[in-house]
């Protein structure tokens, strides 16, 4: 039995945290536990030695203390502050007038949003709340089809994963030793090419089944003409000088991340405050979620330090490649 642990540390390590994690235990204590348990058996089986753990309260000092990661709160409270003060209401309501002539203007419409959202909040969650909460209602009220409206709007919200400020690559950036500018620019093509292959997606369902993706009725276009050029541009500009407020500083190299993410936060204050939306209870809110978002990245990054030390300590890295 010993010998087939020894042999095997790292596949049964590697089988045990999927198990773990299909169970619904939180990845976090789920990393953390498997690691010192592995960890501890791999000592009393000889294939590890106590001293490889000795550095393990320096790496997770290292990760309170890492400058990279205080990007993280900034551009989540960013997020929270732009969703709640109804930012995403506003661009889907005119961004859908605006497409809502052809058919599948809702949907270009949603894709189009879930991308400038991505752009400024860098946070899934409030991504996909904000516009399943809006846009699907009323695609199924005009005749879309659900599985295509429910797609839609789940693909175009996980753009905030891949499209800058997104706070994964903020942590992939710290776990690979890159910056996080280096991250954001490798980043923004791809992201583009995914929000311009969802739209021809559609573009495609609406040359082939175009009764699932039907055009407004004009009973429901409300703005037309000037009145909706001009508020197009009232909706959109406030998002876009944010968009270059952030991203561009630290891309012209004015700004790093963290610099970055912190001036995004001042000036979606300044957003809400401009929009008289901003009050004590959506502080409250937005300063209570971003503690807790954040500690879930942080906890999350101190368990993967533990398994990483034991998985690597029993070769997993050899066994992986």
């Given at each position: 039995?010993?010998?087939f642990?020894?042999?095997?540390m790292?596949?049964?390590?590697?089988a045990?945290l999927?198990a773990?994690?299909l169970?619904g235990?939180p990845?976090a204590?789920a990393?953390?536990?498997?690691?010192l348990s592995?960890?501890?058996?791999?000592?009393?089986?000889g294939?590890l030695?106590?001293?490889?753990?000795?550095?393990?309260?320096e790496?997770i000092f290292?990760?309170m203390?890492?400058?990279?990661?205080l990007?993280v709160p900034?551009?989540?409270?960013m997020?929270?502050i732009?969703e709640?003060s109804?930012?995403a209401?506003?661009?889907l309501?005119?961004?859908?007038?605006?497409?809502?002539p052809i058919?599948?203007?809702?949907?270009?419409?949603?894709?189009f949003?879930?991308?400038?959202?991505a752009a400024?909040t860098g946070?899934v969650?409030?991504?996909?709340?904000?516009m399943?909460l809006?846009?699907?209602p009323?695609?199924?009220r005009?005749?879309?089809?659900r599985?295509l409206?429910s797609?839609?709007?789940?693909?175009?919200?996980?753009?905030?994963?891949?499209i800058?400020?997104s706070l994964?690559l903020?942590?992939?950036a710290?776990?690979?030793?890159?910056?996080?500018?280096?991250?954001?620019?490798g980043a923004?093509?791809p992201g583009l090419?995914l929000t311009a292959?969802?739209?021809?997606y559609?573009?495609?369902v609406?040359?082939?089944?175009?009764?699932a993706?039907?055009?407004l009725p004009?009973?429901?276009?409300?703005?037309?003409?000037?009145?909706?050029?001009a508020?197009?541009?009232?909706v959109?500009?406030?998002?876009?000088a944010?968009?270059f407020?952030?991203?561009?500083?630290?891309?012209?190299?004015?700004?790093?991340?963290?610099?970055?993410g912190?001036?995004?936060?001042?000036?979606?204050?300044?957003l809400?405050?401009?929009?008289r939306r901003?009050?004590?209870?959506?502080?409250?809110?937005?300063?209570?979620s971003?503690?807790?978002l954040?500690?879930?990245?942080?906890?999350?990054?101190?368990?993967?330090t533990?398994f990483?030390?034991?998985?690597?300590g029993?070769?997993?890295?050899l066994?992986?490649?």
């Amino acid at each position: 039995m010993s010998a087939f642990l020894v042999a095997n540390m790292a596949p049964l390590m590697f089988a045990t945290l999927v198990a773990f994690l299909l169970l619904g235990y939180p990845v976090a204590f789920a990393l953390a536990a498997l690691g010192l348990s592995f960890g501890f058996i791999g000592v009393e089986l000889g294939l590890l030695t106590p001293a490889l753990y000795q550095a393990l309260p320096e790496r997770i000092f290292g990760i309170m203390s890492n400058d990279t990661l205080l990007a993280v709160p900034f551009f989540t409270f960013m997020g929270l502050i732009l969703e709640r003060s109804g930012m995403a209401e506003d661009l889907l309501d005119t961004i859908g007038q605006l497409f809502g002539p052809i058919r599948g203007g809702l949907a270009y419409a949603v894709i189009f949003v879930g991308a400038l959202l991505a752009a400024t909040t860098g946070v899934v969650a409030a991504s996909v709340i904000s516009m399943g909460l809006i846009s699907l209602p009323i695609m199924l009220r005009y005749g879309y089809d659900r599985r295509l409206a429910s797609g839609v709007i789940a693909a175009s919200g996980t753009l905030a994963q891949i499209i800058p400020p997104s706070l994964v690559l903020i942590v992939l950036a710290d776990q690979l030793g890159r910056s996080v500018g280096d991250m954001y620019a490798g980043a923004i093509v791809p992201g583009l090419v995914l929000t311009a292959l969802y739209a021809t997606y559609v573009l495609g369902v609406s040359l082939f089944y175009p009764k699932a993706v039907p055009a407004l009725p004009p009973a429901a276009r409300l703005l037309r003409g000037w009145k909706l050029v001009a508020r197009v541009l009232f909706v959109l500009i406030p998002p876009l000088a944010l968009i270059f407020l952030v991203l561009g500083t630290i891309f012209l190299g004015i700004a790093t991340p963290t610099e970055g993410g912190a001036m995004g936060a001042t000036g979606a204050l300044a957003l809400a405050l401009i929009n008289r939306r901003l009050s004590w209870a959506l502080l409250k809110q937005a300063m209570n979620s971003t503690a807790k978002l954040t500690s879930f990245v942080v906890f999350i990054l101190v368990g993967a330090t533990v398994f990483s030390l034991t998985f690597r300590g029993v070769n997993g890295d050899l066994w992986v490649e």
